[in-house]
């Protein structure tokens, strides 16, 4: 239920920061969102998994690596309390994203913000600081309309890819491997494009330290510990030379 807090904020909006302005900004995400969400329905359906249970994963995880870890680590019979304590570890990401949005969120209520932070994810989080790049600001509804689109367009995804899976073995042969990687470039180009100029040179040196850090750390740890270590890392480091 909305509070009063939550009505006043609402009031305030603009266009720019409506629910539909939300929905129009997640669209250069969805086609990402359709290939891969397709590709996971038919590795789901490859790995024995029904479609019912692609849907009740893809409902309850919403979140793409996690669902094609889950998959991988079904078919070498892991034990579940590996399968839920490898997916908690790779989605330790989501705190570092949902703390980096947080304080344009402080005005609604905790029940919003729950909302917020379980619907957020890497392309979601992406457009947002985009965003926030540009305006300065993040709103309620618009973050809703964005949110909810994404949800809504990968749950139909991989549940279309599960229907589909027996007539598409191969998903690499289309492409759709990489349909995830060419996302992320999508997002970093609009995010260094809509920046100040003489930063950019700042964030391409990060992107060269990130690099370099999740490399030799892999050779210690495991990629996804080596993700998220290198991740606080370089995190810290942009705090402390940004000027």
Wanted: aromatic share 10%; glycine share 8%.
């Amino acid at each position: 239920m909305t509070s009063t807090t939550d009505f006043q904020n609402e009031t305030a909006i603009t266009p720019d920061d409506s629910f539909l302005q939300g929905v129009k900004d997640c669209i250069p995400t969805l086609l990402g969102y359709i290939s891969i969400g397709l590709a996971f329905g038919v590795v789901g359906s490859a790995s024995g998994l029904s479609v019912l249970e692609i849907a009740l994963l893809t409902i309850l995880i919403y979140a793409g690596s996690a669902q094609f870890i889950f998959c991988a680590l079904l078919l070498t019979n892991s034990p579940a309390s590996a399968i839920i304590v490898t997916i908690f570890v790779v989605n330790l990401r989501h705190l570092l994203m949902s703390l980096t949005i947080a304080p344009h969120f402080t005005r609604y209520s905790m029940l919003r913000n729950i909302g917020f932070g379980t619907l957020l994810t890497d392309e979601t989080f992406g457009v947002a600081v985009t965003k926030q790049m540009q305006t300065g600001k993040l709103h309620g509804k618009w973050m809703d309309g964005l949110n909810i689109t994404a949800y809504l367009f990968w749950i139909l995804s991989c549940v279309t890819g599960a229907y589909l899976g027996q007539w598409v073995a191969t998903p690499e042969k289309w492409g759709l491997d990489f349909a995830l990687i060419a996302m992320f470039v999508a997002l970093l180009v609009l995010q260094l494009s809509s920046v100040d100029k003489s930063k950019i040179m700042h964030y391409l040196m990060l992107i060269g330290y990130m690099v370099v850090i999740m490399y030799g750390l892999s050779y210690i740890v495991p990629s996804h510990v080596a993700v998220l270590l290198s991740t606080v890392i370089v995190a810290t480091i942009g705090v402390v030379t940004d000027k």
